[in-house]
């Protein structure tokens, strides 16, 4: 067994190190948010299991219930939990470096690229930024603005879409956008990605698998089989499934898609389909198109159980616009871009929709806001 530490340590140069002197011993990392609050950080710490726990003063402190990894494993990392409890996903050091050296090559940034790193460590996706420094010759900027990045050098960013919207990132030469679902209209330098902690990062970018990465489909939810996919979770295997051709080993992601022509569209998490009236409603369809409603600040899609149609689509809106106005406006988008059966049954006022870090509904939560 080889140990696993947990890094306590802020975004920079001194958690990047401790990423390389962890790798070259042989360990493995999970890295800790630092902006937790003291319960939720032993609720973290108990998920994850470390062996010991590396501080900003470069202490080295075991963790009494902790307990190690297998050889060859380098990350144990907490998936979003946007629809419940949060797994801890464990993938190899040569998982990591696979995705490095694929996304580097995909997007040509292996040659004087420096990215800014500017999203949360204890997040694949930032992680990965990070790791590219470690398997690549891409550099790294830390403690820049995120407009500034340009100017000081770095030529790439991975960004939410949050940041996209807030920030003016056309002075970089290419915007990784992950998270939650893009918005339609996008600059030309950006890359929308899509991928999941369980497969080490982005594997799909612009709708096309990476070199290596296989997609295929069973009863609507999308496979992937990859080397840069995981190799357990913490606490239980992972059901790796056989997939459509007869062959095993492809992880079963619980996103409904579909693959046409070598691209891919990802339609939401099977988990959150609304059916009502027989007819399948896919949440994140709908909620891009109520953002592109004036007066929509934020917006979330549920369903509520219901008695004629099964369950009914109700609509979670911050915004200072007359309820019933939107509820109108929102049944005429939704009838006229997918059908019918999509239309809205009614709009609830919220102060705020629950989103985790990197911009992703916290579904799990949205019923505690009726």
């Not at 990070?130 to 820049?144: E, G, I, K």
């Not at 939410?160 to 992950?178: E, F």
């Not at 992601?253 to 027989?278: F, P």
């Not at 999509?342 to 919220?350: G, I, L, T």
């Amino acid at each position: 067994m080889r140990a696993l530490v947990a890094l306590d340590l802020p975004l920079g140069a001194s958690l990047v190190n401790a990423m390389k002197d962890a790798y070259e011993r042989g360990e493995a990392v999970c890295v800790l948010d630092q902006r937790l609050s003291a319960s939720r950080r032993r609720e973290v710490l108990d998920l994850l299991s470390p062996t010991d726990i590396i501080g900003g003063d470069g202490d080295r402190t075991p963790w009494p219930s902790g307990r190690g990894v297998d050889d060859g494993d380098g990350l144990v990392m907490l998936t979003s939990g946007s629809s419940g409890v949060p797994k801890a996903a464990v993938l190899t050091w040569r998982a990591i470096e696979e995705s490095s050296k694929r996304t580097s090559a995909a997007l040509e940034s292996e040659k004087n690229s420096c990215w800014l790193a500017c999203l949360p460590a204890n997040h694949i996706g930032g992680f990965a930024v990070l790791a590219r420094s470690l398997f690549t010759t891409s550099a790294l900027l830390f403690d820049s603005p995120i407009e500034d990045g340009p100017s000081k050098g770095a030529t790439h960013v991975a960004v939410v879409r949050t940041q996209l919207a807030r920030h003016d990132l056309s002075g970089y030469k290419c915007v990784l956008l992950g998270g939650a679902r893009p918005p339609d209209q996008l600059p030309t330098n950006v890359v929308t990605t899509w991928g999941m902690t369980e497969t080490g990062s982005g594997v799909v970018y612009d709708g096309v698998a990476l070199a290596g990465v296989e997609l295929s489909t069973l009863k609507g939810e999308l496979l992937v089989r990859s080397p840069t996919l995981l190799r357990t979770y913490r606490e239980r295997p992972v059901a790796f499934v056989t997939g459509p051709d007869g062959t095993p080993g492809w992880f079963p992601t619980g996103d409904a898609g579909e693959v046409s022509n070598g691209v891919l569209r990802v339609r939401g998490r099977l988990s959150t389909v609304i059916n009502s009236g027989g007819e399948k409603i896919w949440p994140d369809d709908l909620e891009a198109l109520f953002l592109s409603v004036p007066g929509v600040r934020d917006v979330a899609v549920v369903g509520e159980d219901d008695n004629e149609w099964g369950e009914r689509v109700v609509v979670l809106v911050v915004t200072d616009t007359n309820a019933d106005e939107l509820l109108d406006n929102f049944r005429a988008v939704a009838n006229e871009r997918i059908g019918p059966w999509a239309k809205p049954k009614s709009v609830r006022n919220v102060a705020s929709i629950p989103r985790t870090d990197n911009g992703k509904i916290r579904r799990d939560q949205l019923m505690t806001l009726f």
